[in-house]
């Protein structure tokens, strides 16, 4: 278990000393790299030990990112927006950003259909990022029977809507 910041940046040094591994990992994909990368949420963290807030100053949060020696960074996004609002400092330290992370909601029908359009939005802001990775977890839920059938549901319709998007990769 990581216990400090210090210990999880040990860590990643460790695993940055596999860069002798092939540079061309993905599928199908032998002139685009991807690079070891770490998500937000460890920031978050770290940051609220420190009395700070991830985010608020994003000169601040993504310039102690790029002195940690990680050259990507997988964010999470709630909106367009943030994206928007992000990818400056990413240009200004020379942060990648291969993947990117949202939330969304597909066991309630009733809002299925706005968190896939904030989805396919973000998509959109995303398209000149050069992120080739979408993530998304959906909101936790209490399994059963019924909910198993809903999410049948809405995965389906995520599939038909992203697959009638003809400007996204299969």
Same mark, same amino acid.
């Given at each position: 278990?990581i216990?400090? @910041?210090r210990? +999880? $940046? ?7 000393? %596999?860069s002798?591994l092939? /540079?061309?990992?993905g599928?199908?994909? &032998?002139?685009? #790299? ?9 920031w978050t963290? +770290?940051?609220? @030990? ?7 100053d994003?000169d601040?949060?993504? *310039?102690?990112?790029s002195e940690?020696? %990680?050259?990507? !960074?997988? =964010?999470?996004?709630?909106? =367009? *927006?943030?994206?928007m ?6 240009d200004?330290y020379?942060? /990648? $950003? =291969?993947?990117?992370y949202?939330?969304?909601?597909l066991?309630? #029908? ?8 904030k989805?396919?939005? !973000?998509?959109?802001a %995303?398209? /000149? &990022?050069?992120t ?5 977890? #959906?909101? #936790?839920?209490?399994? *059963?029977?019924? !909910?198993a059938? $809903? $999410?049948l549901k &809405?995965s389906?319709k995520? /599939?038909? %809507?992203? &697959?009638?998007?003809?400007?996204y990769?299969?």
């Amino acid at each position: 278990m990581i216990r400090s @910041r210090r210990d +999880f $940046m040990a860590k990643v040094a460790t695993a940055s000393t %596999l860069s002798f591994l092939p /540079k061309t990992i993905g599928p199908g994909n &032998s002139s685009a #790299p991807y690079p070891i990368s770490c998500n937000t949420y460890n920031w978050t963290t +770290f940051f609220r @030990r420190q009395g700070l807030t991830w985010g608020e100053d994003l000169d601040v949060s993504i *310039g102690q990112f790029s002195e940690s020696g %990680l050259k990507a !960074i997988e =964010p999470a996004f709630n909106t =367009p *927006g943030e994206v928007m609002r992000l990818s400056p400092y990413l240009d200004k330290y020379d942060i /990648k $950003m =291969p993947s990117a992370y949202v939330n969304s909601l597909l066991h309630e #029908p009733t809002e299925a259909d706005q968190s896939i359009i904030k989805v396919i939005a !973000i998509a959109d802001a %995303l398209q /000149k &990022s050069g992120t080739n990775i979408l993530v998304t977890n #959906p909101s #936790p839920i209490k399994w *059963g029977a019924e !909910i198993a059938k $809903m $999410m049948l549901k &809405s995965s389906c319709k995520l /599939k038909n %809507l992203i &697959s009638s998007e003809k400007n996204y990769a299969t």
